[in-house]
């Protein structure tokens, strides 16, 4: 696609700016600010591909609208409402392999193209895309009437229609951390709760909150709370009772 020397040094990734180049030829090299984590999807689509799937005057309009109708031009932060942005990065499911990764990597692209074309070629760019409904708050709400069974990422994602990655990133954004910690905590804080008003034995609880084994659950209770349930219990009676 580009000849190194005309995109920036570095590119940082930042929500809702993509970068564009109509170019010859590409290299990643000592492009990505590799000092934090990569988050990055780019596509290259050879121009002959684009005129056949959109029109050379639909891709011209593209092209002219963001800047980059001459030859080996760039336009690095170019703004796209998040709606659109995402959904490239939303193609990249973890749970396909094979053909079916390919076809669902070939529809996002073709998803992504669409959506721009009609935000750049109408009044839709006049204005701010509502962005879409995070799902946080239904997963937490589905979090917190499980029993003691303990969902995986995956399946979570394939039950709310939404990439196992893109579930997490709206749940810590909506909540401050991951579904994983949020689920071990309040479970850590439902076995707390059982100590200080029952009876019930250690294994029971660790049982019921979804722990195969009690020494797990043990570990898990000291690093939270700073001491094993049965010395919380110990404590709890004896401090009830002065």
């Given at each position: ?25 590409y290299s990643v090299e000592e492009t990505f600010d590799t000092a934090s984590d990569l988050d ?37 932060a170019f703004k796209v409402p998040l709606t659109i942005s995402q959904i490239l990065d939303d ?125 797990n659950f043990i570990a898990a209770f000291r690093r939270k709370f700073g001491r094993p349930p ?13």
């Amino acid at each position: 696609m580009s000849e190194p020397d005309l995109w920036p040094e570095r590119v940082r990734r930042v929500p809702g700016v993509d970068g564009f180049a109509h170019v010859k030829k590409y290299s990643v090299e000592e492009t990505f600010d590799t000092a934090s984590d990569l988050d990055m999807t780019g596509v290259l689509i050879p121009m002959n591909q684009m005129t056949l799937l959109m029109g050379e005057d639909l891709s011209y309009s593209m092209l002219k609208i963001i800047g980059i109708t001459a030859l080996n031009s760039v336009n690095p932060a170019f703004k796209v409402p998040l709606t659109i942005s995402q959904i490239l990065d939303d193609c990249l499911d973890d749970r396909l392999t094979g053909s079916l990764r390919a076809l669902r990597l070939h529809a996002g692209i073709l998803d992504y193209l669409c959506s721009l074309s009609i935000y750049l070629n109408t009044d839709l760019a006049k204005f701010q895309t509502k962005p879409a409904k995070s799902k946080a708050k239904t997963v937490h709400k589905y979090l917190l009437s499980l029993g003691r069974e303990t969902p995986t990422l995956n399946s979570l994602g394939k039950h709310f229609g939404v990439t196992p990655n893109q579930l997490n990133k709206e749940f810590i954004a909506e909540y401050g951390e991951s579904i994983f910690s949020f689920l071990t905590n309040h479970r850590l804080e439902q076995a707390r709760h059982a100590l200080e008003l029952g009876s019930q034995s250690i294994k029971g609880i660790s049982h019921a909150i979804g722990y195969a084994h009690v020494n797990n659950f043990i570990a898990a209770f000291r690093r939270k709370f700073g001491r094993p349930p049965g010395a919380f219990r110990s404590n709890y009676k004896t401090g009830s009772s002065s």
